[in-house]
């Protein structure tokens, strides 16, 4: 079922809408200038690449920005020269700072206490703290102590997307589906997970994925929570990490994976059989699952609260238990970030998720599970776009080898 | 932590999580944000790791002292504060902070001093165990070969992605699925281009082994089957002379210098273990010291050679498997 490359997002016209959103908050307030260490903050409002790596290696060559309040323009440092968007000012592009470094996180510091008349021209808004820029930031801006509100508004200005981002999210998206096609092509008894993962990435890759974002998950769930890996809670356990085990004729294997293209992340969810079809426990189980989406889906539009959602999937359930993972949610949403705000359905209880009311642009991945202890369970996910009247599913795949 | 007078380190880093713990967690591209993944208690030497499952998790770290993932502060600074020695502990080091989590626990422990555990943690990473690097040189032996594999399929009118594919599959199926860095195949960001015959092409890469990092870098002629690093190669070995036990980033700068190529863009060296660690030459003034590891890339007229060191007692060790590739 290969399907056509979706249409294109205009990159240009998505990074100046960003900008004008994040300098529109900002004008608001008595904050001088916005200080962004975190990787997909800087990422939204530059635009700018970096070499995908582990975290270990990312931290040290990480892009920085800073947004003074009041200059239309990001001043973005980086090790990454050939990642930055061709429009972005000259003027505003500097070469990258080691932030985990003394000398780094002192340039940066020095950087902002000019530019801010050393910390005194309103407050200074700072997302992460590398320690060397802690100790750079508390000798020499001690004034301008930064709290947590760059994390409240990044998440703000993010929470919307622009059609130009749901493009972006949607062609992420088509990338992953369309390199499922092979891997679940070549799923049989007896293959790796690792070959898995390696074919996935291989046709990503083709298929024109910036990164991969995630390490491919390819879990074959037991039958009942006690068959499975140790859990903490006692709760079902999920994910794992893939290894070199070879796959058996009948393993129920839940998939989840997720690359990058221009920013934005995918986030594929399935569930497959090795080598044979459902049997009717199992087909019930979906058939479950597409129950809890559909209904969760009926009550999306704008105006909802998260609670609306996690009602719906609570009543389609029918059982009087909860349709998700217990340790994770619902719906979380997904951006720049594979999994962003809003999370609905999570441990911070009914009145969090009431707080929470669909508006248009909002993405969210809903990723119910139908579990029946004795007999195991599907999981899949589904994402969403909420538009002004209802949804837009920005996610198109199909379940096989279950029945839809 | 005795030095540093450190009670317990709270840590975020997936390096220095797996160096207390060993355990095997999900691999994530990219920085993260800093959040509480492992505590280690000085007084009771237990380690504490955010896990939901005892899957991937040595077995000397037990069930209970693992603790869920959570989206509720109140709940993971309760469960903190349920940690046997933590709620004592006068200095706690930790490894990164949000200005949110700088607050909770500065409010959950607050007789206690947050300090760079960072710099602790990055102290005792430095020099390496020989199990660390039988670690490293099994990841170079994965790039190795991986590497080999995508040189010898490499020809006229593929595209550098097409490259980069190639490389991540052949590193899957030799069993490792996590990158330490997505590799250069021509571009650091591999693109459309289309590879034209006997042009010359940067191939670098690096994987995680393990946790361990294995990483080089050939320079090869589209459509030839042997490596063609040429230059390189002659300052690459005069950088790995100047490796020795007292040297410093300068000592590398001035073997780099003597070769009259200009600086690179790149840094000339960096630490390598549980990925990038310092120094990092070159700002770092970090004297080398017997039992680090090194990355050292030399780069001359486009060409260019990266390979792994070891700092011996008396001077330095090529880390390889086999020096040929193609």
């Known amino acids: ?404 | 932590m005795t030095r540093d007078e450190v009670d317990a380190l709270i840590l975020g880093k997936e390096a220095n999580v797996r160096y207390v713990s060993g355990a095997r967690r999900l691999w994530l591209a990219g920085a993260r944000a800093f959040a509480p993944s492992c505590v280690l208690v000085h007084e009771t030497s237990d380690v504490h790791l955010l896990s939901i499952t005892d899957d991937g998790v040595p077995g000397d770290i037990h069930l209970q002292n693992l603790y869920p993932i959570t989206w509720n502060p109140a709940n993971l600074l309760g469960r903190l504060t349920r940690i046997p020695g933590l709620a004592a502990a006068r200095r706690i080091g930790v490894d990164g902070l949000t200005p949110l989590m700088d607050a909770l626990l500065s409010a959950t422990f607050p007789r206690a001093e947050l300090v760079d555990g960072q710099a602790l943690m990055l102290a005792a990473r430095a020099r390496k165990l020989s199990a660390e690097v039988d670690c490293i040189r099994a990841a170079i032996g994965l790039a190795q070969r991986a590497l080999a594999q995508v040189v010898g399929a490499t020809r006229p009118g593929m595209r550098e992605r097409d490259l980069l594919a190639r490389f991540e599959q052949c590193m899957a199926d030799l069993g490792t699925t996590t990158p330490a860095f997505e590799g250069t195949f021509g571009h650091r960001f591999p693109s459309d281009r289309v590879l034209a015959g006997g042009e010359a092409l940067v191939l670098d890469v690096g994987v995680l082994v393990d946790g361990y990092q294995g990483c080089l870098a050939r320079t090869v002629n589209v459509g030839e089957r042997e490596v063609s690093t040429g230059p390189a190669d002659v300052l690459f070995d005069a950088l790995a002379a100047a490796v020795r036990p007292g040297a410093t980033g300068s000592d590398l700068w001035a073997a780099w210098d003597a070769s009259a190529a200009p600086r690179p863009s790149e840094p000339a060296a960096y630490g390598v273990g549980l990925g990038v660690e310092p120094p990092i030459i070159g700002e770092d003034v970090t004297e080398l010291l017997p039992g680090m590891t090194l990355s050292l890339r030399a780069e001359v007229d486009g060409r260019v050679r990266r390979d792994s060191v070891l700092v011996t007692d008396t001077g330095v060790e090529v880390l390889e498997e086999q020096t040929r590739i193609g």
């Not at chain 1, 002192?106 to 200074?124: E, K, M, N, P, Y």
């Not at chain 1, 508390?138 to 703000?156: K, Q, Y």
Request: net charge negative; charged share 20%.
């Open chain 1, 1 to 404: 079922m290969t399907t056509a490359r979706p249409a294109g997002p205009d990159l240009a016209r998505m990074r100046v809408d960003r900008r004008t959103k994040l300098h529109d908050a900002l004008a608001g307030q008595d904050v001088a200038a916005a200080v962004l260490l975190g990787a997909t903050n800087v990422r939204w409002a530059t635009g700018a690449r970096v070499v995908a790596a582990d975290q270990g290696r990312a931290s040290h060559f990480r892009n920085v920005a800073v947004v003074l309040n009041g200059d239309p323009v990001v001043h973005l440092f980086t090790h990454h020269p050939d990642g930055v968007p061709a429009d972005h000012p000259a003027d505003h592009v500097h070469a990258g700072l080691d932030v985990e470094c003394d000398a780094g996180a002192g340039a940066l510091v020095t950087f902002v206490g000019d530019r801010t008349g050393g910390g005194s021209g309103g407050r200074i808004l700072l997302d992460e703290w590398t320690m060397a820029l802690r100790r750079a930031w508390t000798a020499r801006l001690a004034d301008a102590a930064p709290g947590d509100a760059a994390a409240s508004l990044m998440s703000e200005v993010r929470l919307c997307k622009t059609p130009d981002e749901l493009a972006c999210i949607r062609t992420a998206q088509w990338i992953n589906e369309q390199a499922m096609l092979d891997v679940q092509a070549a799923l049989r008894p007896g293959i790796r997970g690792v070959e898995l993962s390696g074919l996935f990435l291989r046709r990503a890759f083709e298929l024109g994925a910036h990164q991969n974002t995630v390490d491919p998950i390819w879990q074959a769930m037991p039958d009942s929570v006690v068959a499975g890996p140790g859990s903490v809670t006692g709760d079902l356990v999920f994910p794992t990490v893939t290894t070199a085990r070879a796959l058996e004729r009948g393993d129920v294997i839940w998939v989840d994976t997720g690359i990058t293209w221009e920013g934005y992340d995918s986030d594929f969810g399935r569930t497959w059989i090795v080598g044979a079809t459902p049997s009717p426990a199992q087909q019930d189980q979906f058939r479950l699952w597409r129950r809890v989406v559909d209904a969760v889906l009926s009550v999306v539009r704008p105006g909802a609260t998260g609670g609306d959602l996690t009602r719906a999937a609570l009543v389609a359930a029918a059982d009087g238990r909860r349709p998700w993972l217990a340790h994770l949610y619902l719906a979380h949403g997904i951006g720049v970030d594979s999994a962003e705000a809003p999370f609905i359905g999570t441990d911070l209880g009914k009145e969090f998720d009431e707080s929470i009311v669909l508006t248009p642009g909002m993405v969210l991945v809903l990723e119910p599970v139908a579990w029946t202890d004795g007999t195991g369970g599907y999981r899949a996910e589904e994402i969403v776009a909420v538009t002004d009247d209802g949804f837009r599913l920005l996610s198109d795949h199909p379940y096989g080898p279950y029945v839809a």
